[in-house]
Nanobody, 121 residues
Framework: QVQLVESGGGLVQAGGALRVSCAAS????????HGWYRQAPGKQRELVAV???????DYADSVKGRFTISRDNAKNTIYLQMNSLKPEYTAVYYC???????????????WGQGTQVTVSS
């Protein structure tokens, strides 16, 4: 199985910056995609940013130009640098990994426990 450990997050003023990271560990055959989602109170979970094994990236329109996702393949770790933060970005940020634990296992989604990001106005 794949375990995801998130770090970073916290409280920051509007306009500030934060970085969160997510390390995948355990039995991992291949990671197809690794990214971040967020869920604000009363709202559905939404994609923030994702990176694939091939290096492609995708961002929610609301964070383009402000957030940058990067990865360290050797460490199975991704980083999300969040700049020019807005109060509306306040949410629990969840790490997601779409992976195959063994070559004969099906691809499935794994989730971290979530880390709170609060942006004060």
């Amino acid at each position: 199985q794949v375990q995801l450990v998130e770090s970073g997050g916290g409280l920051v003023q509007a306009g500030g910056a934060l970085r969160v990271s997510c390390a995948a560990s355990g039995t991992i055959f291949r990671i197809d995609a690794h990214g971040w989602y967020r869920q604000a109170p009363g709202k559905q979970r939404e994609l923030v940013a994702v990176t694939s094994t091939g290096g492609s990236t995708d961002y929610a329109d609301s964070v383009k130009g402000r957030f940058t996702i990067s990865r360290d393949n050797a460490k199975n770790t991704i980083y999300l640098q969040m700049n020019s933060l807005k109060p509306e970005y306040t949410a629990v940020y969840y790490c997601n990994c779409r992976a195959r634990a063994r070559s004969y296992f099906p691809v499935r989604d794994y989730w971290g426990q979530g880390t709170q990001v609060t942006v004060s106005s």
